[in-house]
């Protein structure tokens, strides 16, 4: 068992409007990453917080911004929805070079 | 920039089968390499994870191989199970980056 736990399960949203997803990942895991995952493709990073701090981030554009909390839990927000943000949205805490993956948030944009 | 390849996209086989997954990289100056099953609409769930430094890793029926010189690594699953079906990823992080970086996956079906 992970630990890393997101929220919420799926979302629904219109083009324009803005969401954010959760995460939450275990005591001491200092480091989480945000991916997004598209049907059929693998997970692609979207950027890393390590301490508070994005420490790296992928080919995604600024409307995609993060925030990690001193309680290890996290924050992916995305504004001005477009309709190929709908996918699958992951979040990873890392351990001992181990990355450990929390179930998901499914996002539809219509 | 790195590209991760995982040929084939899917494979169906019967029950008890030892199985080969294998996955190719391009570029060779990785720090490790992960394998991920991934269940319909669900997250990844990781399986093994193999460092630069080490040649193979073991868990279960799960064996893990690493060739960083050939850029290749082979997932092995021994007496395959019906439950053994999902979809299977490979991930590398490159030495210097904390991002991994993933194949499109292989949907393993084993039928009973």
């Known amino acids: 068992e992970t630990g890393v736990t997101q929220s919420p399960t799926h979302l629904i949203k219109t083009r324009g409007q803005q969401v954010t997803l959760r995460c939450s990942s275990q005591?001491?895991?200092?480091?989480v990453s945000w991916y997004q995952q598209a049907l059929g493709q693998g997970p692609q990073f979207i950027f890393q917080?390590?301490?508070?701090?994005?420490?790296g981030r992928g080919n995604f554009p600024p409307r995609f911004s993060g925030l990690q909390f001193p309680n290890y839990s996290s924050e992916l927000n995305v504004n001005a929805l477009e309709l190929d943000d709908s996918a699958l949205y992951l979040c990873?805490?890392?351990?001992?070079?181990?990355?450990?993956f929390g179930p998901g948030t499914r996002l539809t944009v219509l | 920039k790195q590209e991760v390849t995982q040929i084939p996209a899917a494979l169906s086989v019967p029950e008890g089968e030892n199985l080969v997954l294998n996955c190719s990289f391009t570029?060779?100056?990785?720090?490790?390499l992960q394998w991920f099953r991934q269940d319909p609409g669900k997250g990844l769930t990781s399986l093994l994870l193999?460092?630069?430094?080490?040649r193979e890793q073991t868990s279960g029926r799960l064996n893990a191989s690493l060739d960083k010189s050939s850029g290749r690594s082979t997932l092995y699953i021994a007496a395959s199970q019906p439950g053994d079906s999902a979809t299977y990823l490979c991930?590398?992080?490159?030495?210097?980056?904390?991002?991994?970086?993933f194949g499109k996956g292989m949907k393993l079906t084993v039928n009973p």
């Open positions: 570029d060779s100056a990785i720090y490790n």
């Open positions: 193999i460092q630069s430094s080490q």
């Open positions: 991930a590398v992080i490159q030495g210097g980056s904390e991002k991994l970086v």
């Open positions: 917080y390590y301490r508070e701090e994005e420490n």
């Open positions: 005591s001491g895991h200092n480091t």
């Open positions: 990873a805490s890392s351990y001992l070079a181990e990355q450990f």
